[in-house]
């Protein structure tokens, strides 16, 4: 088919065929225009053919993305500066890019942190930065004491078990994140404070009011991990950063109309640079939270026979939280009540232990104290000794009856087996000591996995079902995230109409999972 391609003012016809890739046509493109682009370690140029709005994959071929004979398509030459190093999310598998001049090495590593976390979206007390060959790099220290160049790929670790509930906290997928939550308070605490500085980054209202119902505070610092908070006076800056700062620096206006709705006290809590929420929105150009923070500040409080105006009742309140503080910190006679750790729990130290950040699963994490356990544990006696009442006491000795083993066999024959054990029950109760060892009970047979029906897809062929859990199992999303993802890709052709779009979403979908 014949198409256009505009590039620099001129319109050149090209007959291409319909399965033809985007890249191909960029290399024809290249050698008819003469097109010379650099490509260097600081700056590199590529072409970009655009079509209804939405920039082109190399990958992509004409007929996914429905365009037809006498089509128009733009072709730009655009320049984008190299990242100067890249560090790799271990929680979304994602790299991120480090943009900056050569002078980064110089950098202190606190300071490359809060770039990375404004990234991420991550606090800075949740990830720790490694090098290529797993060295951990510490906030005291600048990158160029650690001999790294430009260009290296940095690693970004969590803490142990940690990885899906971060993962859920960045969906804003309240179930998970309350399915992963810590059994020890002081860690569910803290992930409680940072699932909300996450919600209150990204914009989810849902998870926000639900962690504010769980106790979570938005007018109170992220903090430490508990077993770092001996050492939080030499914590990163970052760690007092409150989530409505976090909402007021990335233009949440819903999270903090629904922060200010439960706790007034969010108008004047500060930062560690002593910003409240308004400056903050003033620094970052958010109109929209700037006009409604600053209606809040100039409003009046209404007290039964009194009205005061916000600042003032704001101090008011702050006194007065001042002074309930200190009233609880002096019942607090004993020294060691200042902490919160307890016997028993753990201490990190940096430099002296090695702490458990290595971003491993939930599931590998309680795998192997689940091991433990089951080694642990004696077999049960049969249940015929059980039944009899003048042999409780036997119960707590180990067993010397060992359970016979038992494999699927025919369905009748284990029916037949199964009455004659129920009809000779009672006479097996009656029987004396002497006979409590001919008696044994069969156990069920055991069905594997593997042979338990599944409910399937209606109208679902067993071949289109194969394909959709191979491509789950290869791509590592499920269909509906793929289609959500085939989707959003539709919509950046935003000069094509609803309809158009969907058809497009629909072919890339088809197309990727039969691929």
Known sequence: MRVFICFEGTSEPFDIPPDQTVGAIKQVVKDNFLVQLTDDKHVRQYLELSYGGAALQDSWALCDV???????????????????????NAVTGETLPIMGSEALPHMSVAGLKTVVSTLSGLPVSTFRLSTPAGVQLYDCNQLQDYAIELGTTL??????????????????????VQSHLSEKKPVMRFQLQVALYIAASLGHLDLADWLLERGAHAEQPVGVHPYRQWCHQTAHLDTGKCPVHMAAESSQLLILKLFITKNLLTLACR???????????????????????????????????????????????????????????NRCQDISAAFKATVGDMLLVDGFNQPNMSSKSRKAVIKPRRGIKAKALQPLPPISNLLSPSHLPSIMAP???????????????????????????????SKEDSSLGKGKFIL????????????????????????????????????????????????????????????????LFRKRVYT
């Not at 365009?67 to 190093?85: D, N, Q």
């Open 444 to 507: 069920p047979p055991i069905t594997s996995s593997e042979s338990i029906p599944r409910p399937g897809f209606v109208g679902a062929s067993p071949k289109s079902s194969h394909i959709l859990e191979s491509f789950s199992h290869r791509c590592g999303r499920t269909p509906r995230e793929n289609a959500i993802y085939c989707m959003t890709i539709a919509s950046t052709f935003t000069e094509k109409p609803w309809q158009k779009q969907l058809s497009i979403a629909r072919t």
């Open 66 to 88: 429905g365009i037809t004979s006498g089509s128009a398509i733009r072709c730009l030459i655009k320049s984008e500066r190299r990242p100067v190093m890249q560090v790799f």
């Open 155 to 176: 690693r970004l670790d969590t803490w142990d078990g940690w990885v899906e509930f971060l993962q859920g906290c960045l969906l804003g997928q309240r179930l998970t």
């Open 399 to 429: 067993s010397q009856h060992s359970l016979q083993s038992v494999y699927p066999g025919d369905l009748k024959e284990l029916k037949q087996d199964v009455k004659s054990r129920e009809d000779g029950l009672l006479d097996e109760i």
């Open 271 to 329: 930062d560690p640079a002593g910003r409240d929420p308004l400056t903050v929105a003033l620094q970052c150009g958010h109109r929209d939270c700037v006009r409604y923070l600053a209606n809040k500040l100039s409003s009046v409080v209404s007290l039964p026979n009194l009205s005061l105006p916000m600042r003032i009742y704001l101090q008011l309140k702050c006194w007065v939280s001042l002074g309930q503080k200190r009233a609880a910190s």
